[in-house]
């Protein structure tokens, strides 16, 4: 495709070019403004969540304000909640419970997802069908349902909310894996691995494995969000963070008994919004620049490519190049 | 009176593809257009229908008649597209909706271009399905794509080709996506339409053997230009140019074929 | 709750042959093909639906604690002979192959247990709860998709310039809102603030509910040919529909325009423009019929998340569907309860699938015909 040749973004994804006019260049992928506006969020907010104990103006426990203070009063910028606990400093500690725990549990999925569908994919045969079968139970429910039921039945806490979450997260790898894997395992370049006399595992880590690498960090990258969501969901729902923990679930689940005070559900929702949205960006930006079909062309990059309507048209004339 | 005459053409999608190209058809001919894939042949096709991308530049002169195409708005290239100028494309089995019958695939542009209500299209239908030889038409019209064989489905779409009775035929490597068994049938059926209607018909092909059987005329195209242009016989006897030459010796069985080797 | 990146990457139960076979490859001849292909998927259908049972069985027995306790509350297992009678009846001194036979029995019966929080049958109190849950889901559905599938269409038609980028954004953003939050936020605007839409319920106090012929109140008034009952449960549908529908447009939108950018590369749309039909024309004849079976894969995947969603969102607005009864369960820690709303929820969302398995062979000739 003529179009493809003239932009400069690479479709294998992120790799650092060569330096061009004496500066080092970052990937294309990460010269979109939507990736550049959601790194710097989600930067902004990793660093808030590890830093946020040692700057934040009270502990986050602490009731030692007047209760109920509007946001602005008495140096309590966001206000207070109903037990008088600053809600700038919960909001900011608060961050440090949810971020890390999601990409904790994204990795945990992430690796038990892909370890049983490269599994199935590359066994095969009964391997296959009982992991797959297994894969389809945990994928008949809606995710919020069964990882509600899940916590609810390990009982309420924190960590139950992420062992249920990390139970509803990590089919959607597996699919994906095995499907990759199906897709790999009959190139001649592993056949040929495999005469070769490589060991299966061998097989799998040295030439299967740096070819799903990409999709699964896509769909990882994506559900970064949606593990915040399931957690802070849950944590509303009273099945994960406990009180007094500072956790932006179950603040605006306690919004709800104050429906006048609408500062205390309003910001940690904001911080919610904002992660989530952060890490769906820079997902989203990483999708495009991996799957050429749901490729967005940059009107600000000053490269208008050809609708892919005619795409037909611009192959015939690509080869003569 | 030329059915069509392109003067000059010039498009360019981020750089030049066709330059300078210039083609004239004549009621009841055969023009082939033949070039290695990525010399311009198709996007020529396409231009002459206006179906290039929007980005793309294009100069010249492309006139149908009267009617000049180029810097046409959609609107007026409707009236053109179909009823006057018409394509048959190389894969039937996706150039066909797989989810609208042939029936209506048949009809919705003639009862949009001839005004014919739902019965006169679908007689009119029938009549197209008999003449291109399509097994069966009262049934057809009612079948779908995928319930037809791949020849028999070019066959439908020369039929919704045909439907407005157009003065100009573009056929897109018709025959490249068939079996050869069933690939000289649907040669045959262009070379007689070409001639019972008067059709001015544009063959692009890679595969001079398509074009040796039935085209009247063949240009012969490469890197977005014509290098050579001539009768068929004049083509295949005497060719000028050496990349005709070089396209001619990869035809099985023609005198410019290299002597197999002996090993 | 993740951004199906093609159907082929995030796909609800079964694999549909979504893989499209290609029109041109013929295929064997079977009898009746539309009968042979749903009797396969109900077959699935059938062991998912087996299967989610073990699940909940699973959840319910071999979890850490007290499986008496957490059914009957601490109150009444202190009592020894209450929780014998318990043991008993769900046969639970039996080995668990055959207590799950006794929990699929009770299931068959319709039997799913006691609520701690409202001391009533669970079943009972689903009973009312799946109408109201259906009512916002059905027409959050029908909304969302009207609006995505315009979106999602002209950002395709825009690719790549502005209009297109600010779809994406919006859609983007939509996928990002914590629904309970935006739930809260918008009750507290439109309701406490500005008073445009009624508060809480299903409801204004003063009406009664119309006589139950399909639990969901819109319809039902209107069966009854009642107008000010009708527009009332409409205007108190507004808000949970709108909250849940900027969720679900933000799914949708984003997969609904790969799906016609797929279909606008496709040579029949462009043969559909060299027959010289108008624009209107093929984008509803062709295009939108061409997208229409991705689009069907990915609603049946939007409609699992949105019954999440109501999950979340009703105990904001007091709607007594399965959403708050869930809040309340999970609040009470009514195991009972929780397990009540994940099979029914498990059933819906199967039964769904099977009802897009329906209308995907019956939109695809080549699953109906073969």
């Known amino acids: 495709m003529t179009a493809t040749a003239a932009r400069p973004s690479n479709s294998r994804g992120p790799r650092v070019r060569a330096p061009r006019g004496g500066r080092l260049r970052l990937p294309a992928v990460w010269r979109t403004p939507l990736a550049i506006v959601g790194a710097v969020i989600a930067l902004a907010w990793v660093v808030v969540a590890f830093t946020a104990p040692l700057w934040v103006p009270y502990p986050p426990d602490a009731q030692m304000l007047p209760r109920l203070l509007p946001p602005g009063t008495d140096g309590a910028i966001l206000g207070t909640d109903a037990l008088g606990r600053d809600l700038f400093s919960r909001l900011m500690s608060g961050a440090g419970v949810t971020i ?55 009982g309420p806490s924190l960590f139950n909310a992420v062992i249920a979450a990390i139970v509803v997260s990590w089919p959607q790898y597996a699919r994906v894996t095995r499907s990759l894997v199906l897709g790999l395992r009959g190139q001649n370049y592993v056949i040929a691995g495999r005469l070769l006399g490589h060991s299966p595992l061998r097989s799998l880590l040295a030439d299967i494995a740096p070819n799903i690498t990409g999709p699964v960090v896509v769909l990882a990258a994506l559900d970064i969000g949606s593990a915040i969501l399931l957690l802070s969901g849950l944590s509303f729902l009273g099945l994960g963070a406990q009180p007094p923990t500072a956790e932006w679930g179950s603040m605006i689940s306690s919004a709800l008994q104050n429906f006048d005070a609408w500062w205390i559900g309003l910001f940690p929702g904001l911080a919610i919004l ?29 490269v208008v490519a050809a609708p892919k309507t005619e795409d037909e048209a611009l192959k015939g004339t690509g080869a003569s190049a | 009176m030329s059915a069509l005459t392109i003067t000059d053409l010039n498009v360019d999608l981020g750089r030049p593809v066709v330059r300078g190209l210039s083609l004239t058809l004549e009621p009841g001919k055969i023009q082939g257009l033949a070039g290695e894939s990525g010399s311009g042949k198709t996007v020529t096709s396409l231009a002459v229908l206006g179906l290039l991308p929007r980005t793309a530049r294009v100069t010249g002169s492309i006139r149908v008649g009267e009617t000049e195409i180029i810097g046409l708005r959609t609107g007026a290239l409707n009236r053109v597209r179909g009823r006057r100028v018409a394509m048959v494309f190389q894969d039937p089995s996706a150039s066909l909706h797989p989810q609208l019958t042939v029936g209506h695939q048949l009809t919705d542009h003639v009862r949009t271009h001839m005004k014919l209500d739902r019965k006169a299209a679908k007689a009119h239908a029938l009549e197209l399905l008999e003449r291109v030889r399509v097994p069966d038409p009262e049934a057809a019209l009612g079948r779908y794509p995928h319930q037809f064989s791949g020849g028999q489905r070019q066959r439908v779409a020369i039929a919704i080709a045909l439907a407005c009775d157009p003065d100009v035929l573009l056929a897109d490597e018709p025959t490249t996506a068939l079996d050869v068994t069933v ?60 990349y005709t030459r070089e396209l001619l010796s990869a035809m099985p069985g023609s005198p410019y074929e290299e002597a197999p080797r002996v090993d | 709750m993740t951004l199906p990146r093609t159907q082929k990457t995030s796909r609800a139960p079964g694999e549909r042959p979504a893989g499209d076979p290609p029109a041109g490859r013929s295929r064997p001849r079977r009898t009746s093909p539309l009968l042979g292909y749903l009797l396969r998927r109900l077959g699935t259908s059938v062991l998912l639906l087996l299967g989610v049972t073990i699940v909940t069985f699973a959840l319910t027995n071999l979890v850490p604690g007290n499986p008496v306790a957490a059914a009957l509350g601490e109150g009444a297992a202190s009592n020894p002979e209450t929780v014998a009678a318990y ?60 609006v995505a599938t315009v979106l999602g269409t002209v950002a395709a038609y825009r690719r790549g310039m502005v ?208």
């Open chain 1, 100 to 154: 890390p725990l999601s990409l904790m549990l994204v990795a945990a999925s992430v690796v038990i997802g892909t370890v049983i569908g490269a599994s199935a994919g590359y066994f095969g045969k009964w391997v296959d069908e009982v992991l797959m079968r297994i894969t389809d139970l945990f994928m008949a429910f809606p995710t919020v349902i069964l990882a509600m039921v899940v916590a609810a039945s390990l």
């Open chain 1, 274 to 302: 904002t992660v989530v949205m952060a890490f769906n960006f820079i997902g989203d930006s990483l999708r495009d620049a991996l799957d050429p079909s749901s490729r967005t062309e940059r009107a600000a990059s000053g």
């Open chain 2, 183 to 242: 690939q000289a049938g649907i040669l045959r059926l262009i070379r007689d339409l070409a001639d019972e209607r008067r059709l001015a018909v544009l063959l692009v092909t890679h595969d001079l053997g398509v074009l040796s059987a039935i085209a009247d005329d063949i240009a012969v195209m490469r890197q977005g230009v014509i290098v050579e242009s001539a009768t068929r016989a004049e083509l295949f006897i005497n060719p000028q140019h050496a």
């Open chain 3, 87 to 146: 043991v008993k009846r769900y046969g639970l001194d039996q080995p668990l192959p055959v207590q799950y036979l006794t929990y699929l029995g009770n299931l068959l019966q319709g039997d799913l247990g006691r609520s701690l929080a409202t001391g009533r049958p669970v079943t009972t109190d689903l009973a009312t709860a799946i109408p109201a849950t259906l009512e916002i889901a059905v027409l959050t559905i029908i909304v969302s998709l009207l």
């Open chain 3, 163 to 370: 209009t297109d980028q600010v779809v994406r954004v919006v859609s983007l953003v939509g996928l990002s809102l914590p629904t309970f939050w935006l739930a809260l936020v918008s009750f507290n605007f439109f309701f406490l603030q500005l008073r445009v839409v009624p508060g809480s319920g299903r409801l204004t106090a003063t009406l009664t509910p119309p006589p139950t012929v399909t639990g969901l109140f819109t319809v039902d008034f209107l069966l009854n040919g009642d107008g000010v009952g009708f527009v009332d449960a409409l205007a108190h549908l507004t808000l949970p529909v709108f909250v849940l529908s900027l969720f679900t447009v933000g799914l949708l939108t984003r997969f609904i325009r790969t799906s016609v950018l797929e279909v606008l590369g496709s040579d029949y749309v462009r043969a559909a423009r060299a027959k010289g039909l108008s624009p209107m024309r093929i984008v509803f004849d062709y295009v939108l019929r061409g997208a229409s079976l991705p689009i069907l894969t990915i609603v049946g995947i939007a409609f699992g998340a949105l019954l999440s969603g109501t999950v979340l969102v009703e105990s904001v607005f007091a709607w007594p569907g399965l959403g708050t009864y869930a809040y309340n369960a999970a609040r009470n820690l009514d195991l009972p309860g929780i397990m009540g709303v994940g099979l029914v929820v498990g059933f819906i969302y199967l039964g769904l699938n099977f009802i897009v398995d329906l209308l995907y062979g019956l939109l695809d000739p080549r699953v109906r015909l073969a």
